[in-house]
């Protein structure tokens, strides 16, 4: 699974994010167009004063046992794909997100 990088401290993942979709969830992954693989989240929050971001930020990182702050935001504030740094041990950090996509 490739939607994901190993960073210094912790894991860039690359997500796709729909705003009022009924439910907080994670759908998977999927690969685009491009073959760019994308963890796939669906919030409740609508995409307007930063909401859909907060909720994203908040659905994964509770998904990942971490504290919601140590989730932010690297790109894609307006757009529906971002990338997201989680703070944490690497590879532990990839093996819990295995585990949520298989």
């Known amino acids: ?3 994901y990088e190993p960073a210094a401290d912790g894991l860039i993942v690359a997500v796709r994010v729909t705003p009022r979709g009924g439910r907080d969830a994670i759908e998977g992954v999927r690969t685009d167009a491009a073959g760019r693989e994308r963890l ?3 919030v ?3 995409a307007s004063d930063g909401a859909a971001n907060a909720a994203a ?3 994964l990182a509770s998904a990942l046992g971490v504290a919601r ?3 932010t935001l690297r790109s894609g ?3 529906r794909e971002k990338r997201l740094m989680v703070c944490g041990e690497p ?3 990839a093996a819990l997100l295995k585990g949520l996509t298989t």
Do not use: E, K, Q, S
Request: charged share 25%; with cysteine.
């Open 57 to 59: 930020r908040a659905l």
């Open 40 to 42: 796939i989240l669906r």
């Open 44 to 46: 409740r929050a609508a």
């Open 1 to 3: 699974m490739a939607c």
């Open 69 to 71: 702050g140590d989730v």
């Open 77 to 79: 504030a307006t757009a």
């Open 91 to 93: 590879a532990r950090l």
